[in-house]
């Protein structure tokens, strides 16, 4: 199994969810977070003052596949939560070595 997170834009959210959907998955975990990569941060206008934002609002999407899964989802993540611009995010692949149900003992596979 892998662990599949994508940092993305917050307005992409629907997006990415519709496709994620689309290509089966049946659970996913959303957190708000805040960061910067390369960008740094940015420079906003209040009330005709300047200030920089040095952690940037973004999502962290979480997802649980069968190994044989992770490249589609990979794809669909690419394909709907890209605009092109920089602060687009990123995605990460980790290995699981086990899954449990709490309420049913289920493990592996059959627990996500």
């Known amino acids: 199994m892998k662990k599949i ?8 959210l629907d997006d990415v969810k519709e496709a994620l959907l689309e290509e089966g998955i049946k659970g996913l975990t959303i957190t708000e977070v805040r960061g910067y990569g390369r960008q740094k941060g940015h420079k906003e206008t209040y009330r005709g003052s300047e200030y920089e934002i040095e952690f940037v609002p973004k999502l962290k999407i979480e997802v649980v596949v069968d190994d044989i899964l992770t490249e589609k989802i990979v794809d669909a993540i690419l394909r709907t939560a890209k605009t092109g611009q920089v602060g687009d995010g990123k995605i990460f692949i980790y290995n ?9 003992d289920e493990s592996g596979i059959e627990a996500l």
Do not use: C, H
């Open 96 to 104: 699981v070595e086990d899954a449990i149900r709490i309420r049913t």
């Open 5 to 12: 997170e994508a940092i993305i834009r917050p307005f992409k």
